[in-house]
Every structure is written in C-alpha cells, then in structure tokens.
C-alpha cells in the first residue's frame, strides 16, 4: 500500500509564494512518476504539474508554466511543488498523485493523497 501525505498549503496573498510537500511511503518512491492536481468546488479535479520517475521529464499546465516548479527529493521520498506568483484563480484544494508514467489524466495514477488547501487572497 502507497501512502502520500501534502503538507504547505495555507493563505498568501497575490503575488506570494508557497511550497507544497508530498511525502511518499509504502512504495519505492524512485520508481514511480508523479504528479500534482488540484479542485475547486463544482469543477473537475485538473492536472497541475508532472514529473517522471526519474525526475528528467516535466510537464506543466499552461496557466502555472513559469510560475510553479516541480521536483522530487529521492532521499526524503517527497515531491515538491513550488508556486511563485500566486494568483486568485489558483485557490483550490492541491492533491499528490502517484502512478507508472506521466500523465495529465487522473486515470494515469493509482494513489491519491488527501489534499492541501491553497488559498490566494487579492
């Protein structure tokens, strides 16, 4: 069994900036790609960011390219998901995803984190 645990969500303002974890256990983490979504209220659950197992291919939702950075730390079995320049329309409640190959689709992953609460106040 795969446990993911996120943590750095939180309230910032416009412009700021947070750093959201996932820390991984149950699995070998290094084998595994991995990915961030994320929801509002009413709407489909979105893909944020990838990356493969290896850590040498990334992919990015067009409205967060150049704003957030995804990474992993294999010692410490996390991902990371640094968000500079937060925007309103960033608020959503952010997940860690974990499956075999990148994906943008929710079906490409087989483990689910419970969520952090990122909140972006005008």
């Known amino acids: 069994q795969v446990q993911l645990v996120e943590s750095g969500g939180g309230l910032v303002q416009a412009g700021g900036s947070l750093t959201l974890s996932c820390a991984a256990s149950g699995r070998t983490f290094k084998l595994y790609s991995m990915g961030w979504f994320r929801q509002v209220p009413g709407k489909e659950r979105e893909f944020v960011a990838g990356?493969?197992?290896?850590?040498?291919?990334?992919d990015y939702e067009d409205s967060v390219k150049g704003r957030f950075t995804i990474s992993r730390e294999y010692v410490k079995n996390t991902m990371y998901l640094q968000m500079n320049s937060l925007k309103p329309e960033d608020t959503a409640v952010y997940y860690c995803a974990l499956g075999n190959d990148i994906s943008r689709y929710q079906s490409g992953y087989d483990y689910w984190g419970q969520g952090t609460q990122v909140t972006v106040s005008s």
């Open positions: 990356i493969t197992w290896n850590g040498v291919m990334t």
